[in-house]
């Protein structure tokens, strides 16, 4: 089992800063890749970014490119998404996962979910 819990969700104006992270625990996580997910009302489970926590190998959704930066801590087991130049279509629950082996874009490859955290942004 590996247990996963979100903070950092908030209110942000446009154009403005998060940083939302991912404390991880349970199983050795070097053999796992580490995801972001969003979803907003009425829309599907939409992939945000990667990060191989072995190698720190990421990956990201060509919207968030530029924007939105994910890393891990080793030493702390958590995972960090930085979010810059936010916009209202940014507006959604992001959750946090993990997938054995390589990363996935898909959602539904990820065995573990933490409980999400909420992040609105506004002008």
């Known amino acids: 089992q590996v247990q996963l819990v979100e903070s950092g969700g908030g209110s942000v104006q446009t154009g403005g800063s998060l940083r939302l992270s991912c404390a991880a625990s349970?199983?050795?996580?070097?053999?796992?890749?580490m995801g972001w997910f969003r979803q907003a009302p009425g829309k599907e489970r939409e992939f945000v970014a990667a990060?191989?926590?072995?190698?720190?190998?990421?990956n990201y959704a060509d919207s968030m490119k530029g924007r939105f930066t994910i890393s891990r801590d080793n030493a702390k087991s958590t995972v960090y998404l930085q979010m810059n130049s936010l916009k209202a279509e940014d507006t959604a629950v992001y959750y946090c996962?993990?997938?054995?082996?390589?990363?996935?874009?898909?959602?539904?490859?990820?065995?573990?979910w933490g409980q999400g955290t909420q992040v609105t942004v506004s002008s």
């Open positions: 996962a993990a997938k054995w082996g390589t990363y996935s874009g898909y959602y539904g490859l990820y065995e573990y």
């Open positions: 349970g199983r050795t996580l070097s053999d796992y890749a």
């Open positions: 990060v191989s926590w072995s190698r720190g190998t990421t």
